[in-house]
């Protein structure tokens, strides 16, 4: 039988562990920028995607809201009103509706506040930051 010696290993140094620590931290930083990269670029257009559909189903939305205006207007002038009056009619309903939508948007507005707590806490967050 042949006589083996036992394998040599070697005993990593300090230095070497330090450097093959940041070494790797660097490429897991790398990789991870890498990853959030990629998963940026799907979301990116998927949402790209999403705002030329929306864009799309509003357009069709206005469409079909002049349709059905329309549709409206030809309605009224079955009762025997005059076209011009009925168009008037459908115009007045939605300058009425916008006027409602706009009061009750306002309404809303006014009961906005600012973030009142969270600012004080803030200025509390910079006064000890300063202090230290």
């Known amino acids: 039988m042949a006589h083996r010696e036992p394998a040599v290993t070697e005993e990593a140094t300090i230095g070497k ?3 093959d620590a940041s070494r790797d931290v660097s490429n897991l930083i790398q990789s991870e920028i890498a990853l959030a990269k990629s998963e940026l670029r799907i979301s990116v257009k998927a949402g790209g995607i999403s705002i030329g559909l929306f864009a799309a189903a509003a357009f069709l ?3 079909a809201v002049i349709m059905i ?24 309903a939605y300058l009425l509706l916008a ?4 009061a009750i948007g306002v309404r ?3 009961k906005v506040k600012a973030p009142e707590r969270a600012i004080e806490q803030a200025k509390e967050n910079k006064l000890l930051l300063k202090r230290n």
């Not at 205006?69 to 007045?92: E, K």
């Not at 006027?99 to 706009?102: A, E, I, P, S």
């Open 69 to 92: 205006s329309i549709a409206f207007a030809y309605f009224l002038h079955m009762t025997g009103l005059d076209l011009a009056w009925c168009y008037l009619i459908v115009f007045g």
């Open 17 to 19: 562990l330090v450097v």
């Open 99 to 102: 006027g409602l939508l706009g």
């Open 61 to 63: 939305g206005l469409l």
């Open 108 to 110: 809303m507005v006014k």
